[in-house]
Each structure stands twice: as structure tokens, then as C-alpha cells.
């Protein structure tokens, strides 16, 4: 996942990147000196690239910063817009360009820290200036004397002698005021400012209310016996976990998504659906951290936002600027897959029902009605009998250290000739992280890139990538960029083992950050991963594919004790294995997209709705089999869409899993994975930020629209059951 480069509660996602070194005026330096010189973020960091100074950081640093920034850059808009001179793309776009450094150096680092390793003072930073921000960006795009300058450089674009990059900052920003509300009447804008105050409030409190309901919804066990099934490297963490909480015996934390890792191992049916129940029951039980009412409210201000602009709803406001263009598009593409998926899931369904039945009457026992907590577990055993595959014996192969250094960065040298020295001098917000310095075959620095590993109770939920530092030429800047992660802590003294898909979701995080690392753009607000949400999660998915590569595979996957690499039977056994489970797997995440299309396709006209209900009446009407595979995220927890950027978003995973499996055969189709192929894929994708029109972007690279038929093959989905264009 891309996270919003901003704040957690992704207030500015439509402001998008609008800072770099500031308007030299007199007003623009008063404001910066009212932040004391002392204050770390008072200027650009003085360590190795400006990585952030986490040594001499403390929370109390972060409100004053971001106070005097937001004053700074309403200096330096204010002397843009007003201006004597007629408006110039220098006097008035790069000036923009060059605005809000301070506030952008303080939000990137500390969207950073309160994602990953929050606390009660971070969170009342945050909550106090959610609307603060809020109101900023509405300072911008709602400036009537700023919104002529650029409508007036746009109505004579093609006089203006504009470069190709050029010409796209000025389609973009002027797309992003109008989008923004800068066309609306006087009244209308103060409609819709009162709207985005809210929002950002609201958006905020979800976060907050979501992390703590996480926390709260562990599950504690003083009888091992519970986790009967767990490995013991599995049980260990447990124990570690309550002794962190102070409490004996065992704790089972929650991950982000509605099944559990550990729902595969448990052979204790009782465990499991307490687990599954704390899971799907979270932020949903009635207390101070239900989310329920917020996301009631956040769906029905959205929906009269949407309508405020122009818009039927929220789904048609977020894909003007997207590569699927129109909701129709987007969900037709989700609606033509459930017919397949439904299919799939059914007769998986069947399989593990028949399995318990097989095993009861083996027993002796009553047989009993397969529930969504014993899916996982049961399929687990059907992998095994089909595939000899057994997750947990693969995991000492795959020790996250050695996946890191010499799996994707491997890939990642053979394909770019990217070279990687670990920083043990940058300081980090965890002492659990790691710090590369990234560079070119030839020694040019390239990035910065940190990795944060392992779960902890004050980090959200999930994976992503984002940046500390923007790449940018104009600022002379390179980017540093973050991965974080939620993966579960080794007991001390023992090694860090992960499963194979916790090895593809480092490879997936990667995918993100070589999008950054490999940004060449002269303007900030089109540098790197600034771009459309089913664009950006394309070089991510599409960098998993190296987890299987044979020779990538044997360089990483090695048994940790022996050093034997993983033999080429267990190999082969993975990959006949890919299609297995697809109903469930592939399965969820179609349904959340559907989920949240649904979400925000509301008219203005409907009623607030009560979330449960909705839900539930949206589940049924999807097409897929949603009683037995519940979707991957259910509404109170799905923080994507509620605070994360990603509403009416969420399609993109799948949209851009057409995109990379297509792109893949390409790849299969001309060498494979050799340096030519790796270099015409950064060339023509990965450094091109937002600087291309996308579909034109990748029919430059494969030079042919992207075809469905490589993704359904992939998820072993009947042929033909969807396509881009939406014929059968």
C-alpha cells in the first residue's frame, strides 16, 4: 500500500505534493522565524541526504512545526497570488513548487512515526491539526486571485512554449483547483470548507478509534493449550506479547485483515472462532472505540461533497484523474470477476465441508457445518494433501534478513544494478529498523531506504511505503523513502522466520519504493509515486513476480540452519499450489473493492446509512459468497478507505493486478529478467512519476492496451470472464 504522504487522515490527497524550498520574501522568512532555530525541522536536516534527525526529534516538536509551516506557506501563496506581475509559469507553478517546505519536511516525518510507532501525545498532535490542515488546503484551491493566475497560463497553454513535463504540471494543478472547488460560487466554498473540516476531524478520530479497538480486541490465554496447532517460535511471540501487555500466559494480537495468520495452524476450533470473532467484531462493539457512527457520517459528508462539485457521487469526484476515468469502468471490471470468483468459491467451499465430513466419520465424531473461521484452517490441510505443501516447514527458508538483502535486493541489482549499503549511523524511530543507502551501478547516489519490520500495538495495521524526503531536480533533492511492516517479532535470541506470502508482501512494499527511489521528475508535485491510485500499486504488484524468479528464489531461499537452498521439489510444488485457494484469496479482495465502490456510490439524496445494514445489503447484492469469505476488510475496519486515500479506491489492487501480470508477460514473452528488460521498465514506467498520461505510459512500454487474460490465467479463473473494455 501507497500511503498519503501528508497525514494519516490524507486531508491534502488532493493538494498532493505542493511543497518544496520556499519563496524568498520577507514575509515568508518573518514566519520562519517564528519557529525557534532549535526546533529540529526549523530547517532542512543536516545528516547524510536530510534524513530525518530522530535522535533529536520529540513529540513536542512536531505541533509547532507544523503550525509555523501552514503560516509560512499562506505567506508565500498569498505573494504568489497577489502578485502585480502577469501570471508566468515561473512566477506563479514553480513558485508554488517552491512553497511550503517547512511544512512539508515537519508532515512527512511525523506521518511517518504516528503511522508506525504512534503515542497519545502524536495522536493529539494529530487530532488537532486534522482540521488545521484541512483548512490549509482549502487556503490554496479555494484562492480565487491563485485559481486566475493558473486558468489564465491555461487558456494559453499552447502559446506558452511549455515542456513536456511542464505542460503536465499545468493540466495537473489547473485539474486539481477546479477538482479542489475552485469554480464555485462564494457560498458554495463555504459550504464545502465546513464539509473538509469535518472530514478531516472525523477522519482522524477513525484512526485513532481503529488502532485502539485493534488493541483492545487481543485475544488473552493462560492455557497453552488454546494455541495448540501454533509453532513454537509462534507461541513464544505469544507469550512475548503478554508479557509486553504485563499479563501472563499468552496474547494473540489482531492483524488489519479479517482472517487471522494464525487461523491456518489452530486445531483448536474454539480459539479460532474467538479469534475470527475479535476480528470481525472490532471497532463494532458499542464502546468509546466503535467506528461505526464516523464512517455513517464520512460516507454521507463525502457524498454531498461530491455533489458540491458537480459529481452524482464520490466514486465519479475520485476517478477523474484515474486510469479506469469513470465508475463504470471500475465497476464493471469488479462486477464482471464475481461470476468466476463465486464459482471458484463454492467449490472450495465444497472441498473443505467434504474434508470435516471425511474426518468426523474417520473420528467417529458428529460432522459439523463449515463456518468462516474453519477455512483457512481446513484448506491448510487440503494444500497439504494435494501439494505436500505445508507453510509453516517452508518458513525456515525464508528468514526476513536474508530475504531482504539477498532476495530483493538482488532482484532488484539484477534487474536495475541497484547496489545497497546498510547506514548504521542514520538514527530511526524504532531501534528494530534497518537504514540503506541506495546506488547506481556506477556509485550515483540514488535514495535513502529505512525498513520497519515487526508489529507492534501502537503501529496501524498492514504495509506500505511512503516518503521522508520528495524527490525532486528543482530542490536538488533525492528521495528517502520508508517501508513498514507488520510482521510478527521473533522471541529474542531466535531467528526471524516469515511466511512465503510475507516474503511477497516485502516484495510488494519494494515494488512501492523503487516507484520512489527511482523518480526523476523536476517537480515535486509530479515526482515518483505522486500518482493515480490504480497506477501506483502496478510497479508494486508487478515486483512480487521476483519472489518466484528460479534465480532470485535460489539466491535468498535458504534453510537458515543448514544453508541448503530450498529444493527445487518444494519450488515446484509453490507454483503448482498458485492457483489453489484463488475463491478465498483473491476472493476477499474483490469483495472489499466491491464494498467500497458501493460505499461511495451513494447519491446525495440517500439517507445516512446505518453501517451494518448497508453492508449487509451490499454483501448480498455483490455476487460472491460472502457468508463463507467474508470480505478482506468489513466496514468498521477498513482504514483504506476511511482515513488511507484509498476511497473509491480500493479497485486498484485489482486493476493493477491486471496491469502486472500483464506487464509480467511481457516480460516472459522478451527475455525475462535480464538488465535490458529491467532498464526499458524503469525507463518507460518506473522513473516516470505522473508525467505521462497513464494508458499512454504503458502502451509505450508493451505497445498494446493491457489484456485481462494473463491475470485470470494467474488465479486459475475461467478465461474470458472479464476484460479492460468489459467484453466477454
Known amino acids: 500500500m501507497l500511503r498519503s504522504f501528508l497525514t494519516a487522515t490524507a486531508v491534502l490527497a488532493i493538494a498532493a505534493p505542493l511543497a518544496a524550498a520556499p519563496v524568498k520574501h520577507r514575509a515568508g522568512n518573518a514566519m520562519t522565524a ?17 534524513a530525518p534527525d530522530f535522535a533529536r526529534i520529540k513529540d513536542s516538536d512536531y505541533l509547532p512545526a507544523m503550525i509555523a509551516g501552514m ?64 483548512a490549509h488546503n482549502d487556503f490554496i484551491y479555494l484562492n480565487a486571485k491563485l485559481f486566475a493566475r493558473i486558468k489564465a497560463l491555461h487558456d494559453r497553454k499552447a502559446s506558452l512554449g511549455l515542456d513536456a513535463e511542464q505542460a503536465r504540471l499545468l493540466d495537473v494543478q ?26 478531516g476531524t472525523l477522519q482522524s478520530s477513525y484512526t485513532q478509534k481503529l488502532l485502539a479497538s485493534a488493541k483492545a480486541g487481543a485475544l488473552h490465554f493462560t492455557d497453552k493449550a488454546a494455541l495448540a496447532g501454533l509453532s513454537e517460535e509462534a507461541i513464544a511471540a505469544a507469550a512475548d506479547a503478554a508479557k509486553a501487555r504485563k ?25 479460532r472462532e474467538a479469534l475470527f470473532k475479535a476480528s470481525v467484531n472490532r471497532a463494532s462493539r458499542g464502546d468509546a472505540n466503535d467506528t461505526r457512527a464516523i464512517i455513517s457520517e464520512l460516507a454521507e459528508l463525502r457524498a454531498k461533497q461530491a455533489a458540491l462539485l458537480g459529481y452524482p457521487n ?37 472441498d473443505i465441508q467434504a474434508l470435516i465430513n471425511r474426518q468426523a466419520e474417520a473420528s467417529g465424531k458428529p460432522s459439523f457445518k463449515a463456518m468462516p473461521w474453519d477455512w483457512q484452517f481446513y484448506s491448510e490441510q487440503i494444500r497439504k494433501e494435494r501439494y505436500a505443501l505445508d507453510s509453516d516447514a517452508m518458513k525456515p527458508y525464508f528468514e526476513i534478513n536474508k530475504v531482504l538483502t539477498d532476495g530483493v535486493f538482488y532482484a532488484a541489482h539484477q534487474l536495475y544494478g541497484l547496489n545497497f549499503a546498510e547506514r548504521k549511523d542514520l538514527p530511526t524511530w524504532n531501534p528494530d529498523m534497518r537504514v540503506f543507502e541506495v546506488t547506481e551501478e556506477n556509485g550515483k547516489h540514488v535514495g535513502l531506504m529505512y525498513f520497519d519490520f515487526f508489529k507492534r500495538d501502537n503501529k496501524n495495521g498492514g504495509a506500505w511505503m511512503s516518503n521522508m524526503v520528495l524527490q525532486s531536480s528543482l ?48 517537480y515535486p508535485t509530479l515526482s515518483g509515486t505522486s ?43 509453490i507454483k503448482q499450489a498458485r492457483t489453489f485457494n484463488q475463491g478465498f484469496d483473491f476472493g476477499e479482495t474483490v469483495e472489499a473493492a466491491k464494498l467500497d465502490l458501493d460505499w461511495h456510490s451513494l447519491p446525495v439524496s440517500a439517507p445516512r446509512q446505518s453501517a451494518d445494514s448497508f453492508e449487509a445489503k451490499a454483501l448480498a447484492a455483490g455476487g460472491f459468497d460472502s457468508a463463507d469469505v467474508p470480505p ?63 494508458g499512454t505510459m504503458y502502451r509505450n512500454f508493451t505497445g498494446r492496451d493491457p489484456d485481462v487474460t494473463p491475470m485470470l490465467r494467474y488465479h486459475g479463473l475461467t478465461p474470458g470472464a472479464a476484460t479492460a473494455s468489459g467484453e466477454q
Open 34 to 50: 517564528t519557529l525557534p532555530m532549535a526546533n529540529p525541522f526549523a530547517k532542512p536536516s543536516t545528516l547524510a541526504f536530510q
Open 314 to 350: 464520490f466514486t465519479a469526484y475520485t476517478l477523474y484523474d484515474q486510469m479506469a476515468k469513470t465508475p463504470e469502468a471500475a465497476i464493471g471490471f469488479i462486477d464482471r470477476l464475481a461470476p468466476a470468483i463465486s464459482a471458484k468459491q463454492r467449490r472450495e467451499y465444497a
Open 475 to 522: 530542490r536538488g533533492t533525492t528521495p528517502v523513502i520508508y517501508n513498514v511492516e507488520n510482521f510478527a517479532k521473533p522471541a529474542p535470541g531466535k531467528p526471524a522466520l516469515i511466511s512465503f506470502d510475507d516474503v511477497t508482501t516485502m516484495f510488494h512494499e519494494f515494488g512501492h519504493a523503487l516507484h520512489g527511489l527511482f523518480a526523476a521528475q523536476i
Open 531 to 573: 500518482t493515480a491510485r490504480d497506477w501506483v500499486e502496478f510497479p508494486s504488484q508487478f515486483n512480487e513476480n521476483w519472489a518466484l524468479e528460479p534465480s532470485v528464489l535460489k539466491h535468498y531461499a535458504v534453510d537458515y540452519r543448514t544453508g541448503a537452498p530450498i529444493p527445487q521439489a518444494l519450488v515446484d510444488k
Open 174 to 199: 489547473y485539474d486539481r483547483f477546479v477538482h479542489g472547488g475552485a469554480q464555485l460560487s462564494p457560498a458554495k466554498q463555504a459550504q464545502l470548507k465546513a464539509l473538509n473540516l469535518r472530514l
Open 71 to 134: 503560516a509560512q506557506q499562506k505567506s508565500e501563496v498569498l505573494a504568489i497570488a497577489n502578485q502585480k506581475a502577469a501570471a508566468t509559469f515561473d512566477n506563479t507553478l514553480v513558485a508554488l513548487e517552491k512553497s511550503g517546505l517547512l511544512l512539508e519536511r515537519t508532515q512527512l516525518v511525523f506521518s511517518a512515526v504516528n503511522g508506525a510507532n504512534t503515542n497519545d501525545a502524536l495522536q493529539a498532535v494529530d487530532t488537532k491539526t486534522a482540521p488545521l490542515l484541512a
Open 632 to 694: 478482506r476488510y468489513k466496514t468498521p475496519y477498513f482504514m483504506h478507505i476511511w482515513s488511507n486515500g484509498y476511497s473509491a479506491g480500493y479497485y486498484a489492487y485489482i486493476w493493477t493486478q491486471m496491469l502486472d501480470h500483464d506487464a509480467y508477460s511481457w516480460f516472459e514473452q522478451n527475455g525475462g529478467l535480464n538488465r535490458a528488460n529491467g532498464q526499458r521498465f524503469r525507463d518507460l514506467i518506473l522513473s516516470r512519476g505522473n508525467t505521462v498520461e497513464l
Open 247 to 271: 499479563l501472563d500466559g499468552y496474547v494473540l494480537t489482531l492483524q488489519n485483515t479479517t482472517q487471522q495468520p494464525a487461523m491456518d495452524s489452530l486445531t483448536n476450533r474454539a480459539t
